[in-house]
């Protein structure tokens, strides 16, 4: 008997069928049991009367691999409309072990360092799977458009030579004793496809190394690459830019509906007969001040306050979440973007926005040779280091232009995903490489861990005063020892979860208490406080002595956001008579905690 998928029951009704899949759910209730099993056509409910059958799977974890022969019958009791009675099962992967989390819930209940830590479980949640399946959705929407747009793919190298695009923020790789890169960017490669095919479009990863732990930046990304050429005017790009957005869009509203139910996304509106709104650089800093009192009219580039407001406005004005942003001060652009022909402060660049960030950026590229290497020492830049670059341009390139627009990042805004990280597989940012956490070097000892705090402050060039004084194990002592205002000290904070004894770090003002119903959603359990003898023994400090540096101790750390209500923070680095008093800001930057809302009055 061949095997059926589950999404296919429905035109087997009252055949005997064998189905096949993973075991997700057991639900016993004396005489009659309960069976889900998962394939890739969805979930199928297996009714088991026969205590034989059920003794087969009643001790079977979720994850084991069954094949089950079975009647299929019409039912008003599942998604499907059909359940599988009378079943014969095999197993043929036999699980025993209890799951690191419970993925087969509806949600899971974990936070997002939890969910990358056992990423090849939790991707099984129906709601995770979800969220991959519409990005394929997005991808295939992508191709099929600009296909239709007489666009050609191309596939370019991620292992070049040397920059295209200029800058630091490069991985350098040992290639045979060379020193080869990770390429930033597709952008040299997609103009020399401009020169073979005019009209272009690639998938590719692109890799930058900046230090940057937001909810929307990547060390590794992958993008969508565009550029089409013998343009008249540089809006063409955005014409057909702002057609791919609304192509997608229409598509996922057509074939992923019940993906986009169970995410409990709202997909970005975009009407057909909307066209997106174009504010020009300038004249959307005056709209912010204007709706703000805000002045940042002096600003090269939209901050992320700007950004929200412009998506506030475009909705309240046009009746979309976007809104392109063009002609960015030519300082700001990249050396290849094109100086705006009446006004050459200004080039022939956008940035189109949703939800509060930037997706995309682009605009029209210079295609003479001449001016490119005269933009290029305007930047600063020696001309010799991008021969390979300049050397397409003295063959023949028309006006052209192109944008280049983050896959993960698109799905987050479409989806109104809180991090990147919840719409990328297996994430690579300074803490993880494709989704492991890399190692920190862990520290125990008051000693050890108060010199490693000090060395951190000197290697970064922190202002920091380290006072000595008599001990202080609670926060009013040490505000008065300190001379510091109680809401400037920050009271470190070890908890242990009560489900999994997993350690947790929270840190907030010290006159504010733990709301702990918030810190439980957090992490995804309830959490009770350590026991001081255990700290002392497994982190050779005493309560009281514990600094905000939970990194240091192998622990995920929380800061409250209200720690950057003050301009300093004051806290014991290690032991209850020593401590350091620094500014917010950096202390935040140097141990680079979740912020989040936790602490109560």
Known sequence: MKRIISSRLNSRIG???????????????????????????????????????????????????????????????TESGVEISNPSITVEIPIQNVPAVEYTKSEIRADLDTVLDNRAITLRNRRHAAI??????????????????????????????????????????????????????????????????????????CYRAEKSNTRRHLTEATQFEFEMGFIEDFTEVMDMLEKTIKYIINHLQNTC?????LIGAELPKAP???????????????????RTGIDEREEDDLSPMAEKELCKYALREFGTDFVFVPYFLRKK?????????????VCNYFDLLCREIEIVSGGQRINDHDELVESLKLKGLDPEDFQDYLSIFKRGMPK???????MERLTMMLLGLDNIREATLFPSDPKRIAGNRIKAEIFTGAENVRNEIIRQLKENEFEYEHQEHEPTPTSEDSSKVRGTKPEEGVKAIILKGKTTGKNYQFNLPSQLKMNMKKVAKIVGERCEFEDPKVLEKRFGIVVGG???????????TYFDKRILDEE????????QTESIIMKSNDLVELVEPEMADFAKS
Request: a neutral charge; charged letters at 25%.
């Open 333 to 345: 652009c990249a050396f290849y973007a094109k100086p705006n022909e009446e006004n050459p402060e």
């Open 568 to 575: 300093r923070a004051a806290f014991n680095c290690g032991m």
């Open 546 to 556: 514990v600094p905000p540096f939970g990194n240091l101790l192998g622990l995920k």
């Open 272 to 290: 057909e007969d909307v066209k997106f709104p174009r504010v020009p650089f300038k004249k959307a800093l005056e709209i912010v001040f204007e």
């Open 257 to 261: 509906k019940s993906e986009l139910e």
């Open 400 to 406: 052209h232009g192109g944008f280049g627009m983050g």
């Open 132 to 205: 991959f399946k519409i990005q394929a959705e997005i991808v295939a929407a992508y191709r099929e458009f600009l296909r239709s747009e007489g666009f050609i793919e191309f596939f370019g190298p991620t292992i070049i030579g040397a920059s295209s695009e200029g800058g630091a923020e490069l991985f350098t790789v040992n290639y045979f004793d060379h020193e080869a890169k990770l390429s930033q960017s597709a952008q040299l490669y997609k103009q020399i496809m401009v020169g073979v095919h005019e009209r272009v479009f690639a998938l590719m990863k």
């Open 15 to 77: 055949e005997k069928v064998r189905v096949k899949g993973w075991l997700n759910t057991v639900r016993s209730l004396g005489k009659i049991n309960f069976l889900i099993i998962r394939d890739r056509g969805g979930f199928t409910q297996i009714v088991i009367e026969n205590p034989k059958e059920f003794k087969k799977i009643e001790d079977l974890q979720p994850g084991s691999v069954l094949s089950i022969e079975g009647e299929v019958q019409k039912t008003d009791q």
